[in-house]
Each structure stands twice: as C-alpha cells, then as structure tokens.
C-alpha cells in the first residue's frame, strides 16, 4: 500500500501541471482535435467519443470545488465511472503512444484497502482496441491533507495489455488525486508510473477522471 506523493504536482515533466482536472482538460480536448479523420474512420469515431465523454465530464465537474477530505465519509460505498488517459514516454519505438479507456471505481471509506475498480475497453492513438485491463487496488486517503496543495488520494493500477503489434505491456501505476464535490461526486488526479515491454522500461503519465453516475 502506497501513501499520496506530497508535493506530487510539482514533480511534473511534460505531463503533470496543477489541477488535475484542468489537465485532463487540456489533453482530452487536444486529443479530440486530434482525430480529425473520426467522421469517417470507425475506429478513430470511437476513440473521439471517448474523448468527448470526457471532456464533458469535465465539464461537470468545473468550477473545481474539492472535497474537504476531514469531511468525507468514513463509512459506506460510491461507485464512479470515468476515463483513463495514460500516455507514453517514448514515442520512437513501436508501443502505442497513448491508451485511453475507461474506468469503474468503487471506493469503501471504512476499508483500509478502500479502493477496486478496473480500466477497461483501453485504445491505442489509432483507435485500435488494446487487449487486457488495468486491475485498481489499495488505496490511501490523506483526511489532514489539503487537496488544494496536494494529493489526498493515492491507489495503484496494475495490469498486461496486448496491443496491435503483439507487444505485451506490463504497467506498474500510481494514481494521486483528489475527491470533488460536498458529496464526493468526482474523483480525478493525475497517473504516474512505468510500462515495461520487450525488456525495456519507460515512463507513463496520464490523468484521470470520474463521476458517480446520475442513476446513483
């Protein structure tokens, strides 16, 4: 189990600047304008809508009001549906660039081990399906932190995907985040860690985001 990185949003390099949801604004709707072929690419189409699922959600969730972890519930379950957008450092081989799927999360704020959930339906920058998930586990929720300067929310994403080219990924992440809304309605943060593949190692950052569905 890993406790939230202090000071994570100052650790960036390309990828990671303050607030994360204004992050996943920026690379969702860059990543949108970027497919500008979907009108007539199927699988690019589909790589597009996820793009503007998210960016509506975003949407919703802004002005950014977050939650002030001391007052977050200490019992009971939220359940959040969301996007995952992770991309790789090295462009230069033949790994897919970028994977963005989506994402289930539920949260037990009695549990210790409070966070599960998967990423599935994951897609490579062609719109390519990418086989496999990325399993979430453990999670930590820093109730003295202020999300205003720091995480207050950390769990893990593991998982092998298979792209297109055969290529088995091994991903080792850490999510860190911050809970949004008097109610807990959001949940989104940025995505840190290392893809190993073929014998080789290299960076992944990325963002999350996710909501608890209106039919809750």
């Given at each position: 189990m890993i406790a939230?990185?202090k000071n994570?949003?100052?650790?960036s390099?390309?990828?990671?600047?303050?607030?994360a949801?204004?992050?996943?604004?920026?690379?969702?709707?860059?990543?949108?304008?970027?497919?500008g072929?979907?009108s007539?690419?199927?699988?690019l189409?589909e790589l597009n809508?996820l793009?503007?699922?998210?960016?509506?959600?975003?949407?919703?969730?802004?002005?950014?009001?977050?939650?002030?972890?001391?007052?977050a519930p200490i019992s009971?379950?939220?359940?959040?549906a969301g996007?995952?957008?992770?991309?790789?450092?090295n462009?230069?081989?033949?790994?897919?660039d970028?994977?963005t799927?989506?994402?289930?999360?539920?949260?037990?704020?009695?549990?210790?081990?409070?966070?599960?959930?998967?990423?599935?339906?994951?897609?490579?920058d062609?719109g390519?399906?990418i086989s496999?998930?990325i399993d979430?586990?453990g999670?930590?929720?820093d109730?003295?932190?202020?999300?205003?300067?720091?995480?207050?929310?950390?769990f893990?994403?593991?998982?092998?995907l298979t792209?297109?080219?055969s290529?088995?990924?091994?991903l080792d992440?850490?999510f860190?985040?911050?809970?949004?809304g008097?109610?807990?309605a959001?949940?989104?943060?940025?995505?840190?860690?290392?893809?190993e593949?073929?014998g080789?190692?290299?960076?992944?950052?990325?963002v999350f985001?996710?909501?608890?569905?209106d039919?809750?």
């Open positions: 939230p990185r994570y949003k100052s650790t390099s390309k990828l990671l600047v303050p607030r949801t204004l992050l996943a604004m920026s690379i969702f709707t860059s990543a949108c304008g970027g497919s072929s979907s007539t690419d199927p699988q189409a809508a793009y503007v699922s998210a960016d509506a959600m975003i949407e919703r969730l802004q002005p950014v009001a977050f939650t002030d972890p001391s007052m009971g379950t939220a359940s959040y996007y995952f957008l992770g991309q790789m450092a462009t230069n081989d033949n790994l897919s970028s994977l799927g989506e994402m289930d999360i539920r949260v037990d704020f009695a549990d210790t081990e409070m966070v599960s959930g998967t990423v599935f339906g994951i897609l490579d062609n390519d399906a496999g998930q979430l586990t999670g930590i929720l109730r003295d932190g202020d999300p205003n300067v720091d995480a207050t929310l950390s893990e994403g593991n998982g092998m792209d297109i080219n290529n088995n990924i091994n992440l850490v860190e985040g911050d809970f949004f008097a109610d807990v959001g949940v989104a943060g940025n995505i840190l860690g290392r893809a593949s073929n080789t190692s290299q960076a992944v950052g990325g985001i996710a909501e608890v569905p039919s809750e």
